[in-house]
């Protein structure tokens, strides 16, 4: 009952009042990106979502077309301002506040077996494996092969950990993962 009605439910209610309380923080950033690249400032990709349907995420762009960043940028990042844009994901229905972060298409699209069950969640903004993996891409510097690394590591126990989020999803669950996300985000 909480994961089909009441978590859409509260996801879209406090969505909308985020979204109307960080509207100048919006603007302000939407502005300051402008300037910074000449262009929109909404990095939008395709991801893969609830039930393997592809959606498109939104977020802040954080890196200039030719690679470079500002420390503007920057601090967009690790403050996870860069992550906003996602309100509308969630608006839209196509993500929720806590669930597995939406990879790219070759990951979660072709889980087999028992770790498709995941797929019955929507993607999160912050989960239990964005928790773990807070510092993944410092933790795939120092990797001597990044990818390798993340398909044979990372990317797996993330499955575990989202198996473990669907056998315990509840609002009590939900609430000590944001809970988490907004100690992590004042202590960094």
Do not use: C, W
């Amino acid at each position: 009952m909480y994961q089909a009605f009441f978590k859409p439910l509260l996801d879209f209610i406090v969505a909308l009042l985020l979204t109307i309380v960080l509207l100048p923080l919006f603007l302000f950033v939407s502005l300051i990106l402008v300037v910074i690249h000449g262009a929109s400032p909404i990095f939008a990709q395709t991801r893969i979502g609830q039930h393997a349907k592809e959606f498109t995420i939104y977020k802040f762009k954080t890196i200039k077309e030719n690679g470079a960043s500002t420390s503007f940028l920057k601090l967009l990042r690790k403050t996870k301002i860069d992550e906003l844009p996602q309100l509308f994901n969630i608006l839209k229905g196509d993500m929720s506040f806590v669930g597995p972060r939406p990879d790219i298409p070759g990951y979660y699209d072709l889980l087999q077996g028992e770790d498709k069950k995941i797929l019955a969640l929507k993607p999160g903004i912050t989960g239990r494996a964005s928790l773990k993996y807070a510092n993944e891409e410092a933790l795939l510097a120092q990797q001597e092969n990044p990818l390798r690394y993340n398909d044979e590591v990372i990317f797996p126990d993330k499955v575990k950990i989202n198996h473990l989020y669907l056998q315990h999803i509840s609002l009590q669950e939900d609430i000590k993962i944001i809970a988490k996300t907004v100690f992590l985000l004042i202590r960094n």
